[in-house]
């Protein structure tokens, strides 16, 4: 187990320092602005869309390892599915955060999502891996509403 959550620590920092997709979609189809007050982290989500597909997704911003590490990797998620896909994935992600820590985990098919399986025994850093995830829903649903993780 400390094997796995030395990994798990590893693809978090490794995606804090060298965030994928970290930039600006110019003439994004979809964007939307995430904040966790309680954090500090604030997020734009840039999206980029072919019918019901994400071409490209990007975001910027400032946060913490986990919120950062988050964006990075849901933006490497969410390149090529559908918009049903990503909300399935969001579920999915939401569930595993949020559950009790003492509750059977699944998380095969997470793939690299998975990392976050261990903020759910950390209540107050919840909010920081799923900003990025509500901000984009909100750029998925058009909200022009600041996305929060309230």
């Not at 019901?52 to 950062?68: E, H, L, M």
């Not at 939401?94 to 976050?116: E, I, W």
Request: charged share 25%.
């Amino acid at each position: 187990m400390d094997e796995l959550r030395d990994l798990y620590q590893a693809t978090i920092l490794d995606h804090n320092r060298k965030p994928r997709n970290f930039r600006t979609i110019e003439a994004p189809d979809r964007y939307a602005n995430g904040h966790n007050p309680i954090c500090g982290d604030k997020l734009v989500v840039f999206l980029a869309l072919d019918d019901n597909r994400v071409t490209d997704v990007a975001f910027q911003g400032i946060g913490c390892a986990i919120s950062v590490a988050s964006a990075s990797l849901m933006t490497d998620y969410a390149r090529g599915k559908t918009l049903d896909e990503i909300e399935l994935e969001f579920e999915r992600f939401h569930q595993m955060v949020t559950s009790s820590p003492n509750s059977p985990l699944d998380t095969q098919g997470l793939g690299k999502l998975a990392v976050f399986s261990g903020v759910r025994e950390f209540p107050m850093r919840v909010k920081c891996a799923t900003l990025a995830w509500h901000t984009l829903r909100a750029a998925l649903d058009q909200d022009a509403d600041v996305a929060r993780t309230e």
